[in-house]
């Protein structure tokens, strides 16, 4: 809501000022807190403004973050490139990598979710027949699943 303060957090704030304060003095302490916010932030813009002047180029206060500093001051197009490209290539290379594990755990999950389905189509069926499962529907629901672990394994076994 304000600044990552949520609902909860914003109303106990303002049940302690007004524990603390009053609710006749609290007005006035909050118009004293908004001129002293007020102050606060121009003298930062101030500073800022003299900081720049002094520079000699335009400096921001995000820009006063060292790192920041660094990247935009001192690194040139050119040196920041080189320092980021290994990076760069080691992260496509990660992802070309995993690409093939991706897509077969995409892939698993799919058959495990084909065969979920059809085993609850399966219940339903039985359900809906008026058996509980011990006559072989199960069997016949299962069979699908069964003959498609089989075909994989032969499949693994011939890749072997």
């Known amino acids: 809501m304000f600044g990552g303060f949520g609902g909860t957090e914003f109303l106990v704030i303002i049940l302690i000022a ?3 304060w009053g609710p006749d003095k609290l007005p006035k302490a909050l118009a004293n807190l908004r001129r002293f916010i007020s102050k606060a932030r121009n003298m930062a813009s101030n500073a800022a403004a003299d900081l720049s002047r002094e520079i000699g180029t ?3 206060p995000e820009d006063l973050n060292p790192k920041t500093f660094v990247r935009k ?4 197009e050119e040196d920041q490139e080189m320092l980021t490209s290994p990076l760069k290539s080691t992260m496509r290379d990660l992802q070309d990598g995993t690409k093939p594990l991706k897509e077969g755990l995409t892939d698993t999950t799919r058959d495990i979710e084909s065969t979920r389905r059809s085993v609850n189509r399966g219940s339903i069926t039985r ?3 008026g058996t509980n499962g011990a006559n072989g529907s199960a069997d016949a629901a299962a069979e699908p699943a069964a003959a498609e672990r089989r075909d ?3 499949t ?3 890749v072997t």
């Open 18 to 20: 007004i524990f603390l």
């Open 58 to 60: 335009d400096i921001r």
């Open 73 to 76: 001051h001192i690194l040139t």
């Open 127 to 129: 359900k809906a027949n």
């Open 152 to 154: 994989r394994a032969a």
């Open 156 to 158: 693994f076994d011939d």
